[in-house]
């Protein structure tokens, strides 16, 4: 089992930044891939990005390749999602989600609250 809680969202400039961060409690995080996900008014949750386990593989939607990076710290059992460049239609709830297997889809088993990331135009 493991528990997910996200912070660092909020409201921003078009341009701005953000860095999201999941904090995991629970057994073995090393062992999970994490993934960041988000959903936006009127639409389905998408996935956005996961690194593996390791933190040695990294894998991104394309409208944020360039702009948002993945990054982990297994010693603080905490997954990050830095946010450049932002635009208005990176406006959503973010989450975190986590499973042993490294999907770019939404099945994943284990999911934080969702943190609400808004840009301002």
């Known amino acids: 089992q493991v528990q997910l809680v996200e912070s660092g969202g909020g409201l921003v400039q078009a341009g701005g930044s953000l860095r999201l961060s999941c904090a995991a409690s629970?057994?073995?995080?090393?062992?999970?891939?994490m993934g960041w996900l988000r959903q936006a008014p009127g639409k389905e949750r998408e996935f956005v990005a996961v690194i593996s386990a390791s933190g040695g593989n990294t894998y991104y939607t394309s409208s944020v390749k360039g702009r948002f990076t993945i990054s982990r710290d297994n010693a603080r059992n905490t997954v990050y999602l830095q946010m450049n460049s932002l635009k208005p239609e990176d406006t959503a709830v973010y989450y975190c989600?986590?499973?042993?297997?490294?999907?770019?889809?939404?099945?994943?088993?284990?999911w934080g609250q969702g943190t609400q990331v808004t840009v301002s135009s």
């Open positions: 989600a986590a499973d042993r297997r490294m999907l770019v889809g939404v099945g994943y088993d284990y």
């Open positions: 629970g057994r073995a995080f090393s062992s999970y891939a």
